[in-house]
Protein backbone atom coordinates (compact mmCIF):
# COMPACT_ATOMS: atom_id res chain seq x y z
CA UNK A 1 0.00 0.00 0.00
CA UNK A 2 1.39 3.43 -1.34
CA UNK A 3 0.69 6.93 0.79
CA UNK A 4 -2.83 7.84 -0.31
CA UNK A 5 -2.33 10.48 -2.76
CA UNK A 6 -5.38 12.49 -1.79
CA UNK A 7 -5.99 16.04 -0.22
CA UNK A 8 -7.90 16.02 3.12
CA UNK A 9 -10.78 17.76 0.44
CA UNK A 10 -10.64 14.92 -1.31
CA UNK A 11 -11.04 12.22 1.28
CA UNK A 12 -14.26 14.70 3.02
CA UNK A 13 -15.99 14.90 -0.81
CA UNK A 14 -15.35 10.89 -1.18
CA UNK A 15 -17.37 10.17 2.15
CA UNK A 16 -19.77 12.83 1.86
CA UNK A 17 -20.62 11.21 -1.59
CA UNK A 18 -21.06 7.67 0.32
CA UNK A 19 -23.77 8.62 2.26
CA UNK A 20 -26.77 8.22 1.06
CA UNK A 21 -29.76 8.78 4.14
CA UNK A 22 -31.42 12.03 3.81
CA UNK A 23 -33.28 13.23 7.10
CA UNK A 24 -35.41 16.22 7.03
CA UNK A 25 -33.93 17.61 10.55
CA UNK A 26 -30.94 17.45 8.88
CA UNK A 27 -30.55 21.43 7.98
CA UNK A 28 -26.39 21.38 7.18
CA UNK A 29 -24.51 17.55 7.05
CA UNK A 30 -21.03 17.55 6.14
CA UNK A 31 -18.72 20.85 4.89
CA UNK A 32 -19.01 23.44 7.77
CA UNK A 33 -18.17 24.06 11.17
CA UNK A 34 -20.80 22.48 12.75
CA UNK A 35 -23.56 20.34 11.30
CA UNK A 36 -27.21 21.66 11.55
CA UNK A 37 -30.19 20.34 12.88
CA UNK A 38 -33.99 21.63 13.24
CA UNK A 39 -35.37 22.14 16.70
CA UNK A 40 -38.72 23.40 17.82
CA UNK A 41 -39.49 26.79 17.92
CA UNK A 42 -36.75 28.26 15.35
CA UNK A 43 -33.70 26.58 17.07
CA UNK A 44 -31.17 24.57 15.91
CA UNK A 45 -28.48 22.29 17.42
CA UNK A 46 -25.16 22.72 15.94
CA UNK A 47 -22.90 19.83 16.45
CA UNK A 48 -19.18 19.17 15.88
CA UNK A 49 -16.31 16.70 16.47
CA UNK A 50 -12.14 17.52 16.66
CA UNK A 51 -9.81 14.73 17.35
CA UNK A 52 -6.24 15.22 18.88
CA UNK A 53 -3.55 13.02 18.26
CA UNK A 54 -0.02 12.83 20.12
CA UNK A 55 2.69 13.28 17.53
CA UNK A 56 0.13 15.00 15.38
CA UNK A 57 -1.95 17.65 16.91
CA UNK A 58 0.41 18.06 20.48
CA UNK A 59 3.92 17.15 21.63
CA UNK A 60 3.95 16.46 25.49
CA UNK A 61 7.61 17.65 25.56
CA UNK A 62 6.06 21.20 25.41
CA UNK A 63 2.37 20.72 25.95
CA UNK A 64 1.34 20.10 29.74
CA UNK A 65 -2.01 18.25 30.20
CA UNK A 66 -3.77 21.22 31.83
CA UNK A 67 -2.97 22.78 28.39
CA UNK A 68 -3.58 20.45 26.26
CA UNK A 69 -7.28 19.74 28.12
CA UNK A 70 -8.07 23.27 27.87
CA UNK A 71 -6.82 23.20 24.05
CA UNK A 72 -9.33 19.93 23.55
CA UNK A 73 -12.56 21.86 24.80
CA UNK A 74 -11.42 25.36 23.13
CA UNK A 75 -10.90 24.05 19.57
CA UNK A 76 -14.36 22.27 19.29
CA UNK A 77 -15.89 25.56 21.04
CA UNK A 78 -14.52 27.97 18.54
CA UNK A 79 -16.43 25.25 16.03
CA UNK A 80 -19.71 26.42 17.91
CA UNK A 81 -18.76 29.77 17.56
CA UNK A 82 -18.01 29.54 13.92
CA UNK A 83 -21.41 29.77 13.10
CA UNK A 84 -22.53 32.09 16.14
CA UNK A 85 -24.11 29.70 18.34
CA UNK A 86 -23.63 28.72 22.00
CA UNK A 87 -22.29 25.60 23.69
CA UNK A 88 -23.80 23.97 25.60
CA UNK A 89 -22.89 20.05 26.35
CA UNK A 90 -19.78 17.92 25.64
CA UNK A 91 -18.81 14.09 24.98
CA UNK A 92 -14.84 13.31 25.61
CA UNK A 93 -13.42 10.22 24.40
CA UNK A 94 -9.86 9.28 25.94
CA UNK A 95 -7.28 7.10 24.15
CA UNK A 96 -4.40 6.70 26.78
CA UNK A 97 -1.40 4.49 26.81
CA UNK A 98 -0.62 2.37 29.53
CA UNK A 99 2.50 4.74 30.68
CA UNK A 100 -0.48 7.20 31.17
CA UNK A 101 -0.46 8.28 35.25
CA UNK A 102 -3.27 8.95 36.84
CA UNK A 103 -1.99 12.56 37.64
CA UNK A 104 -1.94 13.62 34.00
CA UNK A 105 -5.27 12.71 33.40
CA UNK A 106 -6.16 14.54 36.42
CA UNK A 107 -4.10 17.59 35.06
CA UNK A 108 -5.96 17.29 31.70
CA UNK A 109 -9.75 16.82 33.22
CA UNK A 110 -8.58 20.22 35.33
CA UNK A 111 -8.33 22.03 32.27
CA UNK A 112 -10.36 20.23 30.31
CA UNK A 113 -13.46 20.72 32.55
CA UNK A 114 -12.21 24.91 33.60
CA UNK A 115 -13.17 25.67 29.83
CA UNK A 116 -16.60 23.79 29.47
CA UNK A 117 -17.12 25.21 33.32
CA UNK A 118 -16.21 29.09 31.54
CA UNK A 119 -18.99 28.66 28.89
CA UNK A 120 -21.17 26.73 31.12
CA UNK A 121 -20.60 23.60 29.35
CA UNK A 122 -22.11 20.09 30.74
CA UNK A 123 -19.97 16.97 30.35
CA UNK A 124 -22.58 14.35 29.35
CA UNK A 125 -20.39 11.36 28.42
CA UNK A 126 -17.65 9.81 26.29
CA UNK A 127 -15.54 7.04 26.33
CA UNK A 128 -12.10 5.40 27.45
CA UNK A 129 -9.76 3.61 25.35
CA UNK A 130 -6.10 2.30 25.52
CA UNK A 131 -3.65 3.16 22.63
CA UNK A 132 -0.58 2.27 22.90
CA UNK A 133 0.44 4.44 20.26
CA UNK A 134 -0.06 7.72 22.08
CA UNK A 135 -3.00 9.75 23.69
CA UNK A 136 -5.45 10.65 21.32
CA UNK A 137 -8.11 12.87 22.70
CA UNK A 138 -11.42 13.54 20.69
CA UNK A 139 -14.23 15.67 21.30
CA UNK A 140 -17.58 16.42 20.31
CA UNK A 141 -19.99 19.20 21.61
CA UNK A 142 -23.25 20.47 20.74
CA UNK A 143 -24.42 23.72 20.78
CA UNK A 144 -27.65 25.87 20.38
CA UNK A 145 -28.57 28.51 18.31
CA UNK A 146 -31.58 30.69 16.64
CA UNK A 147 -32.22 29.47 13.04
CA UNK A 148 -32.15 32.92 11.32
CA UNK A 149 -29.03 34.10 12.84
CA UNK A 150 -26.38 30.82 11.91
CA UNK A 151 -23.41 31.93 10.15
CA UNK A 152 -22.51 29.66 7.51
CA UNK A 153 -19.27 29.31 5.17
CA UNK A 154 -21.42 29.62 2.21
CA UNK A 155 -23.18 33.00 3.05
CA UNK A 156 -20.67 35.17 1.31
CA UNK A 157 -21.72 37.82 -1.47
CA UNK A 158 -19.73 39.46 -4.70
CA UNK A 159 -18.30 43.17 -2.85
CA UNK A 160 -18.51 41.67 0.78
CA UNK A 161 -15.44 43.08 2.95
CA UNK A 162 -13.51 40.14 4.68
CA UNK A 163 -12.63 40.42 7.72
CA UNK A 164 -10.53 38.79 10.77
CA UNK A 165 -11.13 38.81 14.49
CA UNK A 166 -7.21 39.03 15.15
CA UNK A 167 -3.25 38.97 14.38
CA UNK A 168 -3.16 35.07 12.04
CA UNK A 169 -0.12 33.36 12.41
CA UNK A 170 0.42 33.44 15.86
CA UNK A 171 -0.11 30.14 16.37
CA UNK A 172 2.12 28.98 13.69
CA UNK A 173 4.80 31.27 15.35
CA UNK A 174 4.32 29.61 18.63
CA UNK A 175 4.63 26.31 18.01
CA UNK A 176 7.97 27.15 15.90
CA UNK A 177 9.11 29.04 19.01
CA UNK A 178 7.97 25.49 21.06
CA UNK A 179 10.03 23.08 18.36
CA UNK A 180 13.12 25.70 19.33
CA UNK A 181 12.93 24.51 22.89
CA UNK A 182 11.58 28.40 23.84
CA UNK A 183 8.35 27.05 25.13
CA UNK A 184 8.85 28.63 28.70
CA UNK A 185 10.74 31.58 27.56
CA UNK A 186 8.64 34.65 29.08
CA UNK A 187 8.97 36.83 26.46
CA UNK A 188 7.03 35.02 23.75
CA UNK A 189 4.50 33.93 26.20
CA UNK A 190 1.50 35.78 24.16
CA UNK A 191 2.64 33.43 20.89
CA UNK A 192 3.29 30.23 22.67
CA UNK A 193 -0.14 30.25 24.43
CA UNK A 194 -1.92 31.44 21.33
CA UNK A 195 -0.41 27.58 20.35
CA UNK A 196 -0.68 25.75 23.11
CA UNK A 197 -4.13 27.85 24.84
CA UNK A 198 -6.27 29.13 22.34
CA UNK A 199 -9.13 31.43 23.33
CA UNK A 200 -12.12 30.80 21.25
CA UNK A 201 -14.42 33.81 20.14
CA UNK A 202 -17.71 32.94 21.79
CA UNK A 203 -18.55 36.19 22.60
CA UNK A 204 -17.40 38.31 19.33
CA UNK A 205 -19.35 34.86 17.08
CA UNK A 206 -22.42 35.66 19.38
CA UNK A 207 -22.19 39.57 18.53
CA UNK A 208 -21.83 38.95 14.87
CA UNK A 209 -24.36 36.47 14.54
CA UNK A 210 -26.94 39.01 16.06
CA UNK A 211 -25.56 41.79 14.30
CA UNK A 212 -27.29 41.34 11.14
CA UNK A 213 -24.43 42.47 9.64
CA UNK A 214 -22.45 39.72 8.86
CA UNK A 215 -22.92 37.35 5.52
CA UNK A 216 -20.66 34.29 6.18
CA UNK A 217 -17.95 33.25 8.62
CA UNK A 218 -15.99 30.52 9.75
CA UNK A 219 -12.74 29.82 12.44
CA UNK A 220 -9.35 29.92 11.00
CA UNK A 221 -7.72 26.85 11.49
CA UNK A 222 -5.81 25.65 8.46
CA UNK A 223 -4.12 28.84 7.64
CA UNK A 224 -6.24 31.95 5.66
CA UNK A 225 -4.93 30.91 2.15
CA UNK A 226 -7.23 27.40 3.18
CA UNK A 227 -9.62 28.94 5.22
CA UNK A 228 -10.80 31.70 2.98
CA UNK A 229 -10.78 29.23 0.07
CA UNK A 230 -13.45 27.19 1.82
CA UNK A 231 -15.92 30.55 2.43
CA UNK A 232 -15.10 31.37 -1.71
CA UNK A 233 -16.09 27.32 -2.76
CA UNK A 234 -19.18 27.24 -0.16
CA UNK A 235 -20.14 30.47 -1.71
CA UNK A 236 -19.35 30.10 -5.18
CA UNK A 237 -16.78 33.53 -5.24
CA UNK A 238 -13.32 34.30 -4.72
CA UNK A 239 -11.44 36.74 -2.46
CA UNK A 240 -8.66 39.20 -2.69
CA UNK A 241 -6.52 39.48 0.78
CA UNK A 242 -4.56 42.99 0.94
CA UNK A 243 -1.08 41.68 2.04
CA UNK A 244 -0.71 45.27 3.55
CA UNK A 245 -3.54 45.27 5.60
CA UNK A 246 -3.11 41.81 7.28
CA UNK A 247 -2.85 42.54 10.53
CA UNK A 248 0.73 41.60 12.14
CA UNK A 249 2.67 41.86 15.37
CA UNK A 250 6.32 43.02 16.59
CA UNK A 251 6.60 39.82 18.51
CA UNK A 252 5.84 37.82 15.83
CA UNK A 253 7.94 39.80 13.44
CA UNK A 254 10.74 39.51 16.11
CA UNK A 255 10.27 35.63 16.49
CA UNK A 256 10.25 35.57 12.86
CA UNK A 257 13.80 36.79 13.00
CA UNK A 258 14.98 34.91 15.77
CA UNK A 259 13.90 31.67 14.16
CA UNK A 260 14.73 32.65 9.78
CA UNK A 261 10.65 32.41 9.38
CA UNK A 262 8.65 34.35 7.59
CA UNK A 263 5.54 35.57 9.32
CA UNK A 264 3.58 36.15 6.08
CA UNK A 265 3.88 32.16 5.60
CA UNK A 266 2.73 32.17 9.10
CA UNK A 267 -0.19 34.09 8.75
CA UNK A 268 -1.39 32.14 5.02
CA UNK A 269 -0.58 28.88 6.00
CA UNK A 270 -0.32 28.48 9.78
CA UNK A 271 -2.90 26.43 11.39
CA UNK A 272 -4.77 26.62 14.36
CA UNK A 273 -4.99 30.52 15.45
CA UNK A 274 -9.28 29.32 16.00
CA UNK A 275 -10.18 33.42 14.73
CA UNK A 276 -13.46 34.54 13.22
CA UNK A 277 -13.10 34.71 9.51
CA UNK A 278 -15.91 36.44 8.01
CA UNK A 279 -17.69 38.59 5.47
CA UNK A 280 -19.89 41.83 5.56
CA UNK A 281 -21.56 44.06 3.18
CA UNK A 282 -19.27 46.96 2.06
CA UNK A 283 -21.44 49.21 3.90
CA UNK A 284 -21.53 47.34 7.24
CA UNK A 285 -18.22 48.70 7.44
CA UNK A 286 -18.65 51.25 10.07
CA UNK A 287 -21.59 50.03 12.02
CA UNK A 288 -19.49 46.67 12.33
CA UNK A 289 -16.53 48.12 13.68
CA UNK A 290 -18.60 50.45 16.18
CA UNK A 291 -20.37 47.99 17.59
CA UNK A 292 -17.57 45.45 18.66
CA UNK A 293 -16.20 48.44 20.04
CA UNK A 294 -18.53 49.40 21.85
CA UNK A 295 -19.94 46.14 23.21
CA UNK A 296 -16.87 43.93 24.07
CA UNK A 297 -14.40 46.67 23.32
CA UNK A 298 -12.32 44.68 20.51
CA UNK A 299 -10.53 45.67 16.93
CA UNK A 300 -11.49 43.84 14.19
CA UNK A 301 -9.25 43.81 10.60
CA UNK A 302 -10.75 44.50 7.23
CA UNK A 303 -8.06 42.15 5.18
CA UNK A 304 -9.82 42.34 1.52
CA UNK A 305 -12.93 41.97 -0.19
CA UNK A 306 -14.90 39.24 -2.14
CA UNK A 307 -14.66 38.60 -5.83
CA UNK A 308 -16.03 36.94 -9.10
CA UNK A 309 -13.25 34.74 -9.83
CA UNK A 310 -12.85 31.31 -8.35
CA UNK A 311 -9.55 32.39 -6.54
CA UNK A 312 -8.33 33.94 -3.49
CA UNK A 313 -5.61 36.26 -4.66
CA UNK A 314 -3.41 37.98 -2.26
CA UNK A 315 -2.46 41.39 -3.63
CA UNK A 316 0.78 43.34 -2.70
CA UNK A 317 0.80 46.37 -5.02
CA UNK A 318 0.90 45.27 -8.40
CA UNK A 319 2.05 41.80 -7.64
CA UNK A 320 -0.88 38.78 -7.81
CA UNK A 321 -0.87 35.64 -6.51
CA UNK A 322 -3.34 32.70 -5.55
CA UNK A 323 -3.40 31.35 -2.69
CA UNK A 324 -6.22 29.16 -2.76
CA UNK A 325 -6.18 25.63 -0.73
CA UNK A 326 -2.02 26.20 0.10
CA UNK A 327 -2.65 25.98 3.98
CA UNK A 328 -1.97 22.95 6.37
CA UNK A 329 -3.77 19.94 4.64
CA UNK A 330 -3.30 16.30 6.76
CA UNK A 331 -2.50 14.60 4.03
CA UNK A 332 -0.67 16.30 2.13
MG1 LIG B 1 -13.74 25.14 12.08
Same mark, same amino acid.
Given at each position: MGRNPFTELDIIERIRSLQMITDPQVKLGIGDDCAVLRRPGGMVELLTMDTMIEGVHFNQDWHPPELLGRKAASVNVSDIAAMGGMPRQALLSLGLTNETPTQWIDAFMAGFLAVLAAHDIMLIGGDTVKNPAGVVVSVTLIGAAEEKKVLYRSGARLGDLVWISDVPGIAAAGLELCRA $? /?? &? @? &??WRRLVDAHRDPVPEVALGRLLAES $? /???AMMDTSDGIATDLAHICRASGCGADVDRDALPGSELMIAAGNLLQQDPLVWAL? $? $? &? @?FLLLFTSPASARTKLTELIREKIDRKIYCIGSVTEKDRVILRQGQELKDIAFQGYDHFR
Open positions: $G /LA &E @D &EQ $G /LVNK $G $G &E @D
